[in-house]
């Protein structure tokens, strides 16, 4: 939805509403897109983020356990005189 400045003041608090909701709206001047509303992604307080953090450090823990190490990982490759096989 396109909506002149002029025409936003007086209903600001709906379109900021709508942009909320999802919808797109754009407030133009002169006939020219200017800004865009958009919603912004809520801010996780400390406890959330402290857990979000330890879920990825606990996955990739684990992840890293489960394979080969890296240093060992192209052995295959190579002879016992550690020239390629």
């Known amino acids: 939805m396109k909506v002149s400045v002029t025409e936003a003041k007086g209903q600001l608090t709906e379109l900021v509403r709508r942009a909320e909701a999802g919808d ?10 200017a800004v865009r509303l958009i919603p912004i992604k809520a801010v996780l307080d400390r406890k959330s ?9 606990t996955s990739g823990a684990a992840k890293a356990k489960a394979g080969p190490s890296a240093a060992r990982s192209q052995d295959f490759l190579y002879g016992d005189d550690g020239l390629p096989g």
């Open 24 to 33: 797109e709206v754009i407030l133009t001047r002169h006939g020219h897109a």
């Open 49 to 57: 983020r402290r857990a979000l953090l330890e879920a990825a450090r």
